[in-house]
């Protein structure tokens, strides 16, 4: 829906800053995580400010943080991902460094 949507693109602006940790503690990551991994929705037609481009791009914000890099871990961002990797374009770029990301964090956390 078009609240989602303008919810998710207001994330995605906070969550470039420190702040972001305490959105970190709350369900909003694995939502996320879910919009990313759950949608059927071809990645050609992934426009700006769409709810899947949104949610990306957030969790590329969450994965500059070593919180955000062990809370996506715990969601499993890694499958939400891997079928965007290998596509090309920008989501692909994306989605590579959310992987990434995540591979160079300690298995421990």
């Known amino acids: 829906s078009e609240a ?3 919810s998710l693109g207001f994330l995605r602006n906070i969550t470039l800053e420190e702040h972001c940790t305490s959105i970190l503690k709350t ?3 694995e939502w996320i995580v879910t919009f990313v991994g759950t949608s059927t929705l071809p990645i050609l037609q992934w426009i700006e400010d769409s709810l899947e ?3 990306l791009l957030i969790m590329c914000n ?3 943080w070593e919180e955000g890099r062990a809370v996506l871990k715990r969601h499993k961002a890694h499958e939400a991902v891997d079928n965007i990797i290998g596509k090309g374009g920008i989501h692909d770029i994306r989605a590579s460094i959310v992987q990434a990301s995540l591979t160079s964090i300690n298995t421990s956390t």
Request: neutral net charge.
């Open 62 to 64: 969450f994965a500059k």
């Open 27 to 29: 369900e909003i990551p």
């Open 53 to 55: 481009e949104s949610a």
């Open 4 to 6: 989602i949507r303008w």
